[in-house]
């Protein structure tokens, strides 16, 4: 069964510091990856995918992901945190079996301290 | 750039009742997902329709029916409300069909309260 883990509910980091949300997933064949990001009350936006290609993705915001296919990982990272990137974000698996849809993570509660 | 417009945002209905849930894509986007978010959850995916037809089914209850018309908005019609269909209700379209490949835009959302 295809799967997405985000083993933490909440990630807190001083502004200016790295930030790292992490996200695994189960999946048969090549995964289409993503992450969200959600706002409180308002809808999920886009941040970046990984497809094909270069391991290391570049996103929106200076969000970026690697793609780890021995770790079956897809971590979000970010060289330095703002106080505005404190938000809810989601990792995403494409199903390319069955029902075509996201499979979504719990979730990640990031929570950016001034 | 024009967005996913969702109507109404918020709603307020009591058991029983009856309530439709509008979704306007993306111009030029032919693929409509709806998702159900409840509180302190992950979205989950309902129903898709790909060039008006329905494409995939997800977790939506049979008391729930949608559609998707000629000029691509979605209704997600929604009966016998339950005080459990308190949620958020999201549209999202993509220019892709069901590829996968290209990333869903999100609509702000109709907060759903049965009451």
């Known amino acids: 069964a295809q799967s997405v883990a985000q083993p933490e509910d909440q990630v807190n980091v001083a502004e200016g510091n790295p930030l790292t949300v992490k996200c695994t997933y189960s999946v048969s064949g090549n995964p289409y990856l993503f992450w969200y990001v959600q706002y409180p009350n308002r809808g999920l936006q886009f941040l970046l995918k990984y497809i094909t290609g270069d391991n290391l993705v570049k996103g929106s915001y200076g969000f970026e992901a690697e793609f780890n296919k021995s770790q079956t990982s897809f971590h979000l990272k970010k060289p330095s945190a703002l106080v505005s990137d404190s938000a809810l974000y989601f990792c995403a698996v494409w199903r390319t079996s069955g029902t075509y849809k996201y499979i979504f993570g719990t979730g990640t509660r990031l929570k950016v301290l001034a | 750039a024009a967005g996913v417009i969702q109507s109404p945002r918020h709603l307020i209905k009591e058991k029983r009742e009856t309530a439709t849930l509008k979704c306007y894509p993306i111009?030029?986007?032919?693929?409509v997902y709806w998702y159900q978010q409840g509180p302190g959850q992950d979205p989950q995916f309902l129903i898709s329709?790909?060039?008006?037809?329905?494409?995939d089914k997800g977790s939506i209850p049979d008391r729930f029916s949608a559609q998707q018309f000629s000029d691509y908005h979605s209704e997600l019609n929604m009966s016998s409300l339950e005080l459990g269909d308190s949620a958020l209700y999201f549209c999202?379209?993509?220019?892709?069909?069901?590829?996968?490949?290209?990333?869903?835009?999100f609509g702000p959302g109709t907060r759903l309260t049965v009451l």
């Open positions: 111009p030029r986007h032919d693929t």
């Open positions: 999202a379209s993509s220019p892709s069909g069901t590829s996968g490949s290209d990333e869903q835009f």
């Open positions: 329709f790909y060039e008006k037809m329905q494409s």
